[in-house]
């Protein structure tokens, strides 16, 4: 996480997130963000201390309009330590502050946000004790939306382990934010909700079909991980439907398609990562040579600074900086650094898991990667993926925002792919 730039101005949104909660130093950088997902020592903290290192770090995510991330964050912080009411109360505001922008499954949203508000009104004592009483005052503030909605849609006595897989992980490319978001066997429905235009071909543009692409490549990742996951639980012995003839190297090496599965998912959906700035910089005619263009470098000034042709405007500014924040992040010394490293040292050198002696990512020829680490980074590059492809969506309607079209636009109905409609249903409005 980078701190604000001096002058850069910092984004509000709906409610801030609340109640700094105080960690050991073991766990935290000068600045405070605890970069705890890439501290190999504190896995071994307490898991009270670990719930507030989570809880801190989504609550810098959050401010930074990275909410699907800090989402992942604060229930990770629940399951560290179920007694964290602070966690609760953080991801019922962070829920608020997306019904307020009135996009995605509204009535799902709010079933979980009352969720979460009866979840931390009843952890009181816990927020007191991880956050304090004027924390645990303003969740007791928090009133219910009554919502009908569905808590967690796509899961029933009868879902197959991927979908479980899949939903456990939060790796649904979905307006949902637990489950999978409905029944049906397209699941993975996050789209692009409006566009507005004068004609029929600026609503149609070219970004619908890239981002169907982008959707198609993750799916791909995300499967080939939970193939690979799959046989590497049952055991490691060379699988049936492997027709490798590997010679062993006696060095405790670990070879076969379903390591090299998890290889490929990780580097391939770090590579929809990079192509989301190459949609951007065309949709909004950023102008920028598509061959140059790339994730890290796209969304910011040299001086650090977002893009200013990015953002519609002030109060519409958080998407922009999630996707600048997001970029750092994948850099040098940031968040995810050792995911870019492994997907950088998998693309251009050989890398391999390893039982023992591992090396890590390393600059020579070859590194042997810890077989958990290896499963734990292909999940957070899927992760991390997911939320840039929800920021995209994101920043996207702060371009389509209804107060900015009224009474010139062309409706268009949307259409599942392949799914024809009738021709008398699928004529436009005139404008």
Request: charged fraction near 25%; aromatic fraction near 8%; glycine fraction near 8%.
């Amino acid at each position: 996480m980078r701190l604000w730039a001096a002058g850069r101005g910092q984004p509000r949104h709906l409610g801030a997130p609340a109640g700094r909660q105080p960690v050991g130093t073991s766990c935290a950088t000068a600045q405070g963000t605890e970069l705890v997902l890439r501290d190999r020592h504190c896995r071994g903290a307490d898991p009270r201390t670990r719930s507030a290192a989570y809880c801190n770090l989504a609550n810098s995510l959050d401010h930074s309009g990275r909410w699907a991330e800090a989402y992942d964050l604060y229930l990770r912080a629940l399951e560290e330590n179920p007694d964290n009411g602070n966690a609760a109360g953080n991801l019922a505001q962070l829920l608020l502050g997306r019904i307020s922008n009135g996009v995605g499954q509204l009535g799902h949203l709010g079933a979980v946000y009352d969720k979460y508000v009866k979840m931390a009104q009843s952890l009181r004592e816990g927020t007191l004790s991880f956050a304090g009483e004027a924390t645990a005052d303003r969740w007791d503030a928090l009133g219910l939306t009554e919502s009908e909605g569905h808590l967690s849609h796509g899961l029933g006595d009868d879902s197959d382990g991927y979908r479980i897989w899949v939903a456990s992980h939060r790796l649904a490319l979905s307006p949902a934010v637990e489950g999978l978001g409905t029944e049906d066997l397209h699941w993975d429905g996050a789209v692009i909700e409006q566009l507005y235009g004068t004609t029929a071909a600026d609503v149609t543009p070219p970004i619908l079909a890239e981002m169907n692409v982008l959707k198609s490549d993750f799916l791909v990742s995300r499967r080939l991980a939970f193939d690979g996951i799959l046989h590497i639980a049952e055991g490691p012995e060379q699988k049936d439907d492997d027709s490798g003839y590997y010679v062993e190297t006696l060095d405790h090496s670990l070879y076969g398609t379903q390591y090299s599965r998890l290889l490929l998912a990780q580097r391939s959906a770090l590579d929809v990562l990079d192509k989301t700035a190459v949609v951007i910089n065309e949709y909004l005619n950023i102008g920028d040579r598509p061959d140059r263009v790339s994730f890290r470098k796209f969304w910011s000034e040299t001086d650090g600074s977002v893009r200013a042709n990015l953002v519609h405007s002030p109060a519409r500014a958080l998407p922009a900086f999630a996707l600048s924040e997001l970029a750092f992040d994948m850099d040098k010394d940031g968040l995810y650094e050792p995911s870019q490293a492994l997907r950088n040292a998998g693309t251009h050198r050989i890398v391999h898991a390893a039982l023992l002696d591992a090396t890590g990512v390393t600059v020579d020829s070859r590194s042997r990667i810890d077989l958990f680490d290896l499963v734990d980074s292909t999940i957070l590059a899927l992760q991390v993926t997911r939320s840039a492809f929800l920021y995209i969506i994101d920043l996207v309607a702060t371009w389509n925002h209804p107060d900015d079209h009224v009474g010139e636009y062309v409706p268009l109905p949307s259409y599942e792919y392949m799914q024809f409609p009738d021709p008398d249903e699928a004529q436009t409005a005139d404008p």
